[in-house]
């Protein structure tokens, strides 16, 4: 590239909230895409991390507008978490107060990053329907009633949700791709993106084929494809999918629907960082598995667009973890019907924190703590020497006979247990229950190989997933 070919820089901006939109556009190169050409708007790029921002501004500028939302008065909203992240950035910065009623199934980092920002975070059963009192919409509605000066945003009801991608991301997509879109894949969490930028291609002469990403689980996708609900089901994927049609969502506008289970939009996130670089978030899994199987459906060239919807980063503790995808029975595994079909950390992939006997108590709690674990197998040489809980740490605090720094100062090998209960990994489950009953945790041994432990949790996650 010559300097005279070297883009512009923009000058600096007055607030975060004029950098919301003008968002970049990236075309896959290092995936298959069959005879396609497949291009990602890259809305991760936006100051709040997602494509919510642009709805964000949107929504709040039209209650101010309108007379909804007064100085000093509190937003909201039920959001799967990007929204909310977006409403509590352009709230803060405008000096409202937000309140958010969350999905109990939403990553930690979303929430850590909500209340981070000063929100008031509601957590709420995401087992429950819309219409349930427990439901997030409906704890939002009712909130936002009780609260002097509230405003329940709405966004599955919000006409400014789809408007904010009818003026904009649909004008930057047709710039970006000089009007030549054979298709756009989108999914629905509140209906406005998909909505408005169809309206926007529509309202150009485009006759861009409209497509749904919708996860297996979801009802949309059968909604739209044969006008009745599919089976319901539940799904890891966040921010898109529903058991109802949000009312922003015009269902005539799309053409065709696609059902993406779980384990192929992470295995496609995932492929598209190994490959592209490019760190998304779980629901952006779901509209590239949906654009490339399109892709190489198709008989000749067609240039498709679909979005990268926020970044991965707030998903590193699950979508990117690998003990994460087994516990929620994601990973691809043979089941062998014995012990090791419930160790989804493995010491010989180096999954399993372990303590050595001559580190320090001190080392050995910061990393219990670090982890959010209560014990650690004590490991000399490679072969296991025992195993180290937090009963065994209070233990050695609970004398005055030395100060409390020398206490954490002493070695693992001074407090750790030495007497195991040891399983070989051929055994089968059953061999658990007495090691339980003697509360304990079962150490499970390849020979004299150590694999790795299983705990009440591991044993009842595994028959959850394999009933």
């Known amino acids: 590239m010559s300097m005279t070919d070297t883009p512009v820089l923009s000058r600096p901006a007055k607030t975060l909230l004029d950098l919301i939109g003008k968002t970049p556009m990236v075309e896959v190169t290092r995936i298959d895409t069959g005879p396609c050409r497949l291009f990602l708007k890259l809305e991760s790029q936006n100051p709040g991390g997602s494509i919510k921002d642009r709805i964000a501004l949107s929504m709040i500028e039209a209650a101010e507008k309108q007379g909804w939302l007064k100085p000093g008065g509190t937003i909201v909203e039920a959001t799967a978490g990007n929204t909310g992240l977006a409403l509590t950035l352009v709230g803060k910065q405008k000096g409202y107060n ?3 009623v969350i999905p109990d199934k939403m990553s930690k980092e979303k929430i850590q990053h909500l209340r981070a920002m000063g929100a008031d975070v509601r957590l709420t059963r995401s087992d429950v329907p819309h219409g349930h009192p427990e439901y997030y919409t409906d704890m939002a509605e009712r909130l936002a009633q009780q609260i002097p000066g509230g405003y329940f945003v709405n966004q599955f009801a919000n006409d400014a949700n789809s408007e904010a991608h009818f003026k904009t991301t649909g004008p930057e997509i ?13 999914g629905i969490g509140s209906g406005g993106t998909i909505t408005g930028n169809a309206r926007y291609f529509k309202s150009q002469g485009s006759k861009a084929q409209i497509i749904l990403a919708d996860p297996v689980g979801s009802a949309l996708a059968g909604l739209i494809n ?18 109802f049609m949000p009312e922003t969502t015009d269902p005539e506008l799309i053409d065709v629907a696609y059902s993406i289970p779980d384990a192929e939009a992470i295995a496609t996130v995932r492929e598209l960082l ?29 240039r498709v667009v679909t979005f990268v919807c926020d970044t ?24 062998h019907g014995d012990l090791s079909d419930l160790i989804n950390r493995k010491y010989a992939a180096g999954d399993v924190v372990v303590i050595g006997p001559e580190d320090t108590l001190d080392t050995a709690f910061k990393r219990m703590r670090g982890d959010g674990l209560s014990q650690l197998p004590v490991i000399q040489d490679g072969r296991l020497v025992g195993i180290l809980d937090e009963s ?45 009953d003697r509360d304990r945790v079962a150490i499970v041994l390849d ?21």
Not at 447 to 467: K, M
């Open 447 to 467: 020979g004299e190989a150590f694999v790795g432990l299983i705990t009440r949790t591991d044993l009842i996650n595994h028959l959850s997933l394999n009933r």
């Open 98 to 100: 937000v309140l958010l």
């Open 226 to 243: 044969e006008g009745v609900a599919g089976p319901d089901g539940s799904y890891t994927v966040e921010g898109i999918g529903q058991n």
């Open 312 to 335: 991965g980063a707030k998903y590193l503790s699950k979508v990117y973890n690998d003990a994460w995808l087994a516990d929620q029975g994601l990973a691809e595994r043979e089941l």
């Open 274 to 302: 190994l490959k592209e670089g490019i760190l998304a978030g779980s629901s952006s899994g779901t509209l590239i598995a949906t654009a490339l199987r399109w892709c190489r459906e198709q008989t000749e060239p067609k």
């Open 392 to 436: 065994d740490i209070v233990h050695i605090m609970n004398t005055d006979e030395i100060t409390r720094k020398e206490r954490f100062a002493k070695p693992v090998a001074s407090a750790m247990t030495r007497d195991l209960d040891t399983l070989q990994v051929t055994e089968s489950l059953d061999a658990l229950i007495p090691v339980f």
């Open 174 to 186: 047709f710039e970006q791709m000089d009007g030549d879109i054979d298709a756009f894949v989108a």
